[in-house]
Every structure is written in C-alpha cells, then in structure tokens.
C-alpha cells in the first residue's frame, strides 16, 4: 500500500475513536455525574493518551498526534470533574462522620 493509505487508514481511525469519545465526555459535563466513573482509569488512560501523541510527536504522524491530543484534552476534563468529586465527597465524608 501507499503511504498515503496508511494515513487515511490512520485518519479514520483517529476521528471514529475519538469521536466516540465524546458522548460519555458530553454527559459527564451535563450532569456532573462521576459516580460510576473510575478515577484510576482515567489517570491511567489520561497518561496513556498522552504518551501516545508524544509517540505520534516523535514519529511525526498526524493523525495520532491530534487524535490523542484531543483524546487527552477530553479525559482530562472527565478526569478534573472526577477528582473534583472524590475530593469533594472526602471532605463531606470527614465532616459528618455518620451520614
């Protein structure tokens, strides 16, 4: 194959996954709703985003570079309302021992 099919290959695959990304990320906002919603994963796949578009960085691909970096931008801000909550639910937790 030509090159360039490999970057039309890598292109789609880049819009469709983080495209289906932003559904869980929307309602997450709309709601603030992070109950269901694991902290470990999201630092974990926060930091595994970012090391892949540092990979696209060094490779010089496009495609991973923007796919992850929107990816990435995305995670963060479930990740941010996730600890926000965690923290927030620590501090009720501290305060009113019973409820």
């Known amino acids: ?44 796949f926060s930091t595994g985003v970012a090391l892949w578009a540092i990979y696209g960085m060094l490779l010089g691909s496009w495609p991973i570079i923007v796919a992850n970096g929107l990816t990435f931008a995305l995670a963060v801000t479930v990740l941010s309302l996730k600890a926000r909550e965690t923290l927030s639910a620590r501090r009720r937790s501290r305060r009113w021992p019973g409820g």
């Open 1 to 44: 194959m030509p090159p360039v099919t490999y970057e039309i290959i890598g292109s789609l695959a880049a819009i469709l996954t983080t495209t289906s990304f932003v559904p869980q990320v929307a309602r997450t906002i709309r709601t603030r709703d992070t109950r269901a919603i694991s902290l470990w994963m999201y630092l974990l």
